[in-house]
């Protein structure tokens, strides 16, 4: 009997296996809060809770990919719930937020006890921020300037990615990125696309629309 007693005061003190599951998700919450916190504006960090996939996200810090609390897990949390042995840090990929932003993430899977996969700790750098530097430096040590203030051609067919890049450029000339510039600025640069003839390429509307996170209609009115 007094075995019994003490295996049981044992179990109480360790607590059930759903419990001491339930203590690292909190304790994962914890730092993805502070990591959060640590870069606002620059790195979303997500918590995911691989118990539930379906309502999966159980913090969400310094959100830059427009989830909530309660959406479901993503294809690597999916992975990690069907295999045990899948990587547990998936470090420097190349990803982009729903709006075409380029990121770098890292994801880190988080077992239990029983070495199951509960909870992935996942962080996506928004990488356009940065297009502002990377264009100073680039002018800061190009050569061959003879042709660059009249473009030799025109290409009337850009694709998406194409386009992507000249608003960040653009952005980065008047000192901000897209989403940072001003309505003024927001208007002079969709003006000088329009001009340029991007809104020859199909969706072109849309896809400067989500860059500058403004309406499609606003960026019609603009090129008025």
């Known amino acids: 009997m007094a075995d019994a007693d003490a295996d ?3 179990d109480a003190g360790s607590g059930t296996g759903s419990d001491a599951d339930e203590h690292l998700i909190r304790e994962a919450e914890k730092i993805a809060v502070a990591l959060g916190r640590m870069f606002p504006g620059l790195c979303e960090v997500v918590l995911h809770d691989l118990r539930d996939p379906r309502h999966a996200i159980r913090a969400i810090e310094n959100n830059l990919s427009g989830r909530r609390i309660g ?18 840090v998936i470090q420097n990929y190349p990803n982009r937020f729903p709006d075409g932003r380029p990121a770098k993430s890292t994801s880190i ?3 239990n006890g029983s070495g199951d996969y509960i909870a992935a700790l996942c962080l996506n750098l928004d990488v356009s921020v940065l297009s502002p530097v990377t264009l100073a430096l680039a002018n ?5 300037t003879e042709h660059r203030e009249q473009p030799l ?23 901000g990125t897209p989403r940072s510039l001003g309505r003024d600025a ?8 329009h001009g340029e003839g991007y809104f020859d390429s199909r969706d072109a509307a849309q896809t400067i629309a989500d860059l500058l ?12």
């Open 109 to 111: 899977g988080i077992k």
């Open 71 to 88: 959406d479901s897990a993503t294809e690597l949390g999916l992975a990690r719930i069907a295999d045990p042995q899948y990587p547990s």
């Open 153 to 175: 051609e025109t290409l009337r067919d850009r694709n998406a990615r194409e386009l992507r890049a000249a608003v960040e450029a653009l952005a980065a000339e008047r000192g």
């Open 213 to 224: 996170g403004v309406s499609r209609a606003t960026v019609y009115n603009y090129t008025k």
């Open 186 to 193: 927001k208007r002079a640069l969709v003006r000088h696309l």
């Open 140 to 144: 800061l040590v190009a050569t061959g």
């Open 8 to 10: 049981a005061d044992a």
